[in-house]
């Protein structure tokens, strides 16, 4: 079936650096992006959204890059700090009523000092 | 704190025994929604409810799975005979939606359930 969010399920960056966190989709009708951050023994919190009327949207030390014609989403965080260290997973809106959430696997971000 | 509360927060039980989680969702939010996440894995969307009424369930519920909203405000989910496959963390979210359009679930810290 069709899927969203294929991550590499690792990734490692020095502390200052910038991080970048890729997904992956299939569904071409695909038209609403979340990326959520979830640290260990909480729920998932939402980062930043993007319509797929639009290809880039910034939000504080945060950037999300939409890329249609490959079905590509980017998460790119500025200057990483110890406390981004989470799971980041992009996920889809998805339900004739904008009911569900499809989440993809995640990314395990990883800080190194 | 006004968040998304769930209770409680950690269940261990043996298999065939019957469990039950609460949520409290955000004051005056129209929509609750439960998800399962198994380790290493993404949040799955189980069902939810618009005010009382359940308007979505996915095929995950299965039989042994029964989720209420009775008053439109806190729900219970309930797990029956509960398998050592239900192992996992149940998070519920809530959202204020007014129309077909998204808008932002806020998520709880989620039960975690184990089955021995």
């Known amino acids: 079936g069709e899927s969203v969010g294929l991550h590499l399920p690792t990734l490692s960056v020095q502390e200052g650096d910038n991080s970048i966190i890729n997904c992956a989709y299939s569904n071409s009708a695909s038209d609403y992006f979340i990326w959520y951050k979830q640290e260990s023994g909480k729920g998932p919190q939402f980062i930043i959204d993007?319509?797929?009327?639009?290809d880039k949207r910034q939000g504080q030390r945060v950037t999300v890059l939409l890329n249609k014609t490959v079905k590509h989403l980017s998460l790119q965080i500025a200057a990483t700090q110890p406390g981004d260290s989470a799971v980041y997973f992009c996920?889809?809106?998805?339900?004739?009523?904008?009911?569900?959430?499809?989440f993809g696997s995640g990314t395990r971000l990883s800080i190194r000092p | 704190d006004t968040g998304v509360s769930q209770n409680p927060r950690h269940k261990i039980t043996k298999r065939g025994q019957n469990v039950t989680f609460r949520c409290d969702p955000i004051?005056?939010?129209?929509?609750l929604y439960w998800y399962r996440q198994t380790l290493g894995q993404g949040p799955e969307f189980l069902t939810y409810?618009?005010?009382?009424?359940?308007?979505?369930k996915s095929r995950l519920l299965s039989d042994r799975f029964s989720a209420e909203r009775p008053k439109g405000s806190f729900s219970t989910l309930e797990i029956q005979r509960t398998e050592q496959g239900d192992s996992a963390m149940y998070l519920c979210?809530?959202?204020?939606?007014?129309?077909?359009?998204?808008?932002?679930?806020?998520f709880g810290p989620g039960t975690r359930l184990t089955v021995l």
């Open positions: 979210a809530s959202s204020f939606t007014l129309s077909s359009s998204y808008n932002e679930q806020f």
């Open positions: 993007i319509r797929s009327n639009m």
């Open positions: 004051s005056e939010h129209n929509r």
């Open positions: 996920a889809e809106n998805r339900g004739s009523s904008a009911s569900k959430i499809i």
């Open positions: 409810f618009q005010n009382e009424a359940q308007l979505e």
